[in-house]
T-cell receptor
Framework: GAVVSQHPSRVICKSGTSVKIECRSLDFQATTMFWYRQFPKQSLMLMATSNEGSKATYEQGVEKDKFLINHASLTLSTLTVTSAHPEDSSFYIC??????????FGPGTRLTVT | DAKTTQPPSMDCAEGRAANLPCNHSTISGNEYVYWYRQIHSQGPQYIIHGLKNNETNEMASLIITEDRKSSTLILPHATLRDTAVYYCIVRVALTAGKSTFGDGTTLTVKP
């Protein structure tokens, strides 16, 4: 199947700093990518939909000024967690649509804010 | 997207078939049934999807009832590496479609 990568896989940052997470589709172009967040022992929660060349669409309750999303090319979407706080510590997962039917997920990024 | 209902957990003996049920009684005519699984601390892995016909691939089989209100994912010969959380999702197959995850079923394959 198609491959989606994320970088970094793990990151530890201090409270108040910003962290950027990259999501890349390695062998296909993705007009649409999605960002999810997963807290321990919980399911994935969709944060936002990222469309190449346009503004992201955020789910209700997700602060767009705190979670900045940029989808500058058909193979790259970035999520920047601004002014991170310990409650932002989570597992962040991106996914990309490969055509109309299949959605492939990245391996996830473990963010720890100290 | 339609909601799905899955049992929270199931056990299966290694080498036996694992049958994971999913109810999606409010599914719409243009919504597909997708199955993903998530092994601990990894991103979800696509398994299979279908509309109304039964489907089979190298990983699993998907059986969809005639009224499409429920489905079953079958892992024919479960191994210890199949231990994971399995998610059943229904969504439209459009480029703007998105997957809404429920709580899934935690499958534990035991030796």
């Amino acid at each position: 199947g198609a491959v989606v990568s994320q970088h970094p896989s793990r990151v530890i940052c201090k409270s108040g700093t910003s962290v950027k997470i990259e999501c890349r589709s390695l062998d296909f172009q993705a007009t649409t990518m999605f960002w999810y967040r997963q807290f321990p022992k919980q399911s994935l929660m969709l944060m936002a939909t990222s469309n190449e060349g346009s503004k992201a669409t955020y789910e209700q309750g997700v602060e767009k000024d705190k979670f900045l999303i940029n989808h500058a090319s058909l193979t790259l979407s970035t999520l920047t967690v601004t002014s991170a706080h310990p409650e932002d510590s989570s597992f962040y997962i991106c996914s990309a649509l490969a055509g109309a039917y299949e959605q492939y997920f990245g391996p996830g990024t473990r963010l720890t804010v100290t | 997207d339609a909601k799905t209902t899955q049992p929270p957990s199931m056990d299966c003996a290694e080498g036996r078939a694992a049958n994971l049920p999913c109810n999606h009684s409010t599914i719409s005519g243009n919504e597909y049934v997708y199955w993903y699984r998530q092994i601990h601390s990894q991103g979800p892995q696509y398994i299979i999807h279908g509309l109304k016909n039964n489907e089979t691939n190298e990983m699993a089989s998907l059986i969809i009832t005639e009224d499409r209100k429920s489905s079953t994912l079958i892992l024919p010969h479960a191994t210890l590496r199949d231990t994971a959380v399995y998610y059943c999702i229904v969504r439209v197959a459009l480029t703007a479609g998105k997957s809404t995850f429920g709580d899934g079923t935690t499958l534990t394959v035991k030796p």
